[in-house]
């Protein structure tokens, strides 16, 4: 197993602060900010000259490690500015060809919804949860039929940590002839995954949270077989094949997945996703899903001893969130911080997140805090 002690000191904010928050930033690594670093040098060096002769080489270094992190190729990995661009990149290179219905769920984060909100002629179906917890696959199984365009959800559920099946989401959706769009954001980073596998059509994730990378970056997967039956209609002069030409009347698309990219890449992050993909990459992954998991148990365990509710995924379908029903959750919140202590909160929950890099005492102090206030 990896010294996950010393890997503490990679993460400058760790000897400052107890952080329990990566399900809504990453911590940032001395890998990152010296990538960053030296961003800013060959910027303040060369100008746009950096360019062609190291920027460029970064973005396609990122697609590499995230093609292969994801168990995919580069050919079926777009980078695009932030998840709500790489929905509506999708949305808008689908034909409805009859279908007018979208299914999601009440659960997912409401971005997902939002493309089709704003679409009068489409017919949003929203899945309610049995237990506010979980969406049943039987669920999507009863809605999905000939009119369902997409079946659109969530791989986890951001304010319970419900990790949903993809292999079975994506049968359902295929058997029915619709497309399978996942929202991956909260997924990457807490379990294994081969995107190929699963047989989803499309899956939008990113380095915002446990992929160490910060904002301004996603990453969307086109399941091979569509990248180039598509043709997205918004676009950009990444996404064409003869880029420098700039020519206005010789638009063709790229024959592989760049084809739904729009636009000049966020540099910045770019870099500072490359450092957070080659710690998760040396670390491996099985080894911070074991850390994860036990730290969870862990924290699981300290709230329950302190009389903590807990709104918990059954154990299969649980990953590293964890949902403390409270009263005053943004209170809260704030009382840990003022104890230097940094989680986040939903409606009618504190939310903690543990990461490889976070230890036992800093979760038993975190519980301790937050029983000792009173509201």
């Known amino acids: 197993m990896p010294d996950f002690h010393a890997l503490r000191d990679e993460f400058p904010i760790l000897a400052r602060k107890t952080y329990l928050n990566s399900c809504s930033l990453g911590a940032l690594s001395r890998r990152s900010e010296t990538y960053l670093g030296e961003f800013v040098e ?67 984060f409401p971005t997902l919804a939002y493309q089709w909100a704003v679409k009068p002629e489409i017919e949003m179906v929203v899945l309610k949860s049995p237990d506010g917890v979980r969406i049943d696959p039987e669920q999507f199984e009863e809605a999905v039929d000939e009119r ?132 998760i990459d040396e670390v491996g992954l099985d080894a911070i899903l074991e850390r994860n998991r036990s730290l969870t148990d862990h924290l699981i365990g300290a709230a329950e001893a302190a009389g903590m509710a807990l709104t918990l995924a059954e154990p299969d379908h649980r990953t ?15 009382h840990l911080a003022a104890n230097g202590i940094i989680v986040d909160y939903r409606p009618g929950h504190v939310r903690l997140s543990p990461h490889f890099y976070n230890t036992t005492d800093e979760l038993d102090r975190c519980i301790e805090v937050l029983a000792g206030y009173s509201g």
């Open 42 to 108: 060959r910027w303040h060096d060369m100008g746009a000259a950096a360019w062609y002769q190291h920027w460029l080489g970064r973005v396609e270094d990122l697609r590499g490690r995230v093609s292969a992190f994801l168990g995919t190729t580069p050919r079926e990995l777009a980078l695009l500015p932030s998840t709500s661009s790489a929905l509506a990149a999708v949305t808008e290179s689908v034909r409805p060809n009859g279908r007018n219905r979208v299914i999601c769920t009440e659960l997912d």
């Open 148 to 279: 369902t365009l997409f079946l659109a959800t969530s791989h986890v559920f951001f304010a319970t940590g419900y990790e949903q099946d993809l292999g079975a989401l994506a049968r359902i959706a295929r058997d029915a002839g619709a497309y399978s769009l996942i929202d991956g954001y909260q997924g990457a980073g807490q379990t294994a995954l081969s995107l190929p596998e699963t047989g989803v059509d499309f899956y939008t994730t990113g380095p915002l949270k446990w992929l160490l990378g910060g904002p301004g970056l996603s990453y969307l997967y086109v399941r091979d077989q569509l990248v180039t039956e598509l043709e997205p209609r918004l676009t950009s002069w990444f996404a064409t094949k003869r880029q420098f030409d700039f020519d206005l009347e010789g638009f063709e698309y790229r024959d592989d997945a760049r084809r739904f990219e729009l636009g000049t890449p966020s540099l910045p992050t770019v870099h500072t996703a490359l450092g957070g993909q080659e710690i």
């Open 320 to 334: 590293f969130i964890l949902m403390v029903q409270h009263d005053d959750p943004s209170g809260a919140v704030k």
